[in-house]
């Protein structure tokens, strides 16, 4: 048997609470599974005040909902991969350049 310990029930009640099984349960007897209507009625109640308080968060925070909207570009277009490699190849040319120009100073 399924049990399964539901808030704000007695002790005793917490103890073993029966759920019942999903549609697609196999191997479980219907009359093995049962639940209280009291403990139905708690579930529901629970439920509602779940979805009460969601309701108020989202009205409270509606940003925290990022996934309801496309996400911003973080940074604006990225610069070419090409323009990047260009730019370390002209700065190597000028420092041998300039080291090429030492050394011929200091030498002649």
């Given at each position: 048997m399924?049990?399964?310990?539901?808030g704000s029930l007695s002790e005793a009640d917490a103890q073993?609470?029966?759920?019942?099984?999903?549609p697609g349960d196999a191997?479980?007897?219907?009359?093995?599974?049962?639940?209280?209507?009291?403990?139905?009625?708690q579930l529901a109640r629970d439920i509602a005040e779940i979805e009460a308080a969601s309701a108020a968060l989202r009205k409270a925070e509606p940003e925290l909902e990022s996934w309801t909207e496309a996400a911003a570009p973080l940074a604006d277009t990225p610069r070419p991969i090409w323009?990047?490699?260009?730019?370390?190849w002209l700065s190597?040319?000028?420092?041998?350049?300039?080291?090429?120009?030492?050394?011929a100073t200091l030498a002649g």
């Amino acid at each position: 048997m399924l049990k399964q310990n539901v808030g704000s029930l007695s002790e005793a009640d917490a103890q073993s609470v029966p759920l019942e099984p999903r549609p697609g349960d196999a191997g479980m007897a219907p009359d093995t599974v049962t639940l209280d209507q009291s403990v139905i009625d708690q579930l529901a109640r629970d439920i509602a005040e779940i979805e009460a308080a969601s309701a108020a968060l989202r009205k409270a925070e509606p940003e925290l909902e990022s996934w309801t909207e496309a996400a911003a570009p973080l940074a604006d277009t990225p610069r070419p991969i090409w323009l990047i490699i260009g730019m370390l190849w002209l700065s190597t040319a000028l420092v041998t350049a300039g080291a090429v120009v030492a050394i011929a100073t200091l030498a002649g």
